[in-house]
């Protein structure tokens, strides 16, 4: 099973990505977290990355394309994976119709997870990270079961650089500009399906398993 996850940034793609990924036993691909984690490790690919991020803008697409096609060239991506922020752009979006039509494949579910802009704020100035194993908490709507300590692999959560309010205005502004014609692109496709983002946690994900089966 092979899906794009699409929605504005603090949507609960990463948070359904990675409930989606533990159910059906295939990966979950961030581009965000592959980028927070070259940060962290101070790689050439992290400080060119961290230029764009820190400001809200989008990594060029030479950098993110690549990665993401060699990415779902490995073994554990032969069954299927969900792809968490990547496509977000048409350019890229295209890379990935192209890089699967030569191996005969195809996305099965482009799921949009639609929350307003005025939802967002909220969720991203509570939103506690992990930048070891990418995991995600909310302060008030996910609380890790110690403060500040990642259920998963017990390492530190932190508040994201570009989760500050002025660096969120910047996210969402580029979503809507560069990766809402996705939704269009993808319904084009005949695989869009829409979830409503606003419901709990683990409502949403009912809703996505009523739509994946199984
Ligand atoms: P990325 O890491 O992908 O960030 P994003 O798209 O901005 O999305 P977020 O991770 O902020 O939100 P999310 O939808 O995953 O929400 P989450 O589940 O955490 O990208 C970061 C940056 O990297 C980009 O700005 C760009 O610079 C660069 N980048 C990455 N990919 C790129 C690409 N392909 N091309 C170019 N540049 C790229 O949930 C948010 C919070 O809300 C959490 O605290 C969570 O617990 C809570 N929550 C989730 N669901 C619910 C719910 N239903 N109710 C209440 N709270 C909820
Ligand atoms: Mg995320």
């Known amino acids: 099973m092979k899906i794009v996850m699409l929605g504005a940034p603090g949507a609960g793609k990463g948070t359904q990505a990675k409930q989606i990924a533990d159910t059906y036993g295939i990966p979950h691909i961030s581009t965000g977290d592959i980028f927070r984690a070259n940060i962290k490790n101070g790689t050439e690919l992290g400080r060119k990355a961290k230029e764009y991020m820190d400001k809200g803008l989008l990594v060029p697409d030479e950098l993110t394309c690549d990665l993401v096609v060699d990415r779902i060239s490995q073994p554990d991506a032969e069954k299927g994976?969900?792809?968490?922020?990547?496509?977000?752009?048409?350019?890229?979006a295209e890379a990935l119709?192209?890089?699967?039509?030569?191996?005969?494949?195809?996305?099965?579910y482009a799921i949009d997870i639609e929350v307003p802009d005025e939802n967002i704020i909220r969720r991203m100035s509570g939103r506690r990270a992990c930048l070891t194993c990418g995991a995600t908490f909310h302060t008030e709507f996910a609380p890790p079961k110690v403060e500040g300590v990642c259920d998963v692999c017990g390492d530190k959560l932190v508040l994201r650089e570009d989760d500050k309010p002025e660096t969120v205005a910047n996210r969402l502004s580029v979503y809507h500009e560069q990766t809402q014609p996705l939704i269009d692109y993808y319904t084009g496709k005949g695989v869009l399906v829409e979830v409503d983002g606003t419901l709990d946690i683990d409502v949403v994900f009912e809703k996505i398993r009523e739509i994946l089966g199984a």
Do not use: M
Not at 97 to 108: F, M, P, Q, S, Y
């Open 97 to 108: 119709t192209n890089a699967l039509e030569a191996r005969h494949e195809k996305i099965d």
């Open 81 to 92: 994976y969900v792809l968490d922020g990547f496509p977000r752009t048409i350019p890229q």
